[in-house]
């Protein structure tokens, strides 16, 4: 999110901006696949089918990045067709998902600590 600002402030270039957020997308799919599987693999369904979606979303938009583009974040393409207000969007989005998970976590936590 800060980055995506940063760019859209003017206070970095499209290139470094898309180089440093393209560094982390493939670190995100394969960890959030991960997460995904545990979770299928430990049968806590509610949590799986809560992160089936969004590791769905991350596995198809890592594929369906076309050839000629850099990643992901395409510094040609970034500033056309509000691409960076829906990176910005989608970034708020995975901020609240992270967040509600991690509490989600914590409180499961907690819970298994409780009753053991």
Known sequence: IITLSDLECD???ARSCCSKLNKWVVPEVIGHAVVTVLMFISLHWFIFLLNLPVATWNIYRYIMVPSGNMGVFDPTEIHN???LKSHMKEAMIKLGFHLLCFFMYLYSMILALIND
């Open 11 to 13: 206070y970095i270039n």
């Open 81 to 83: 067709r509000g691409q």
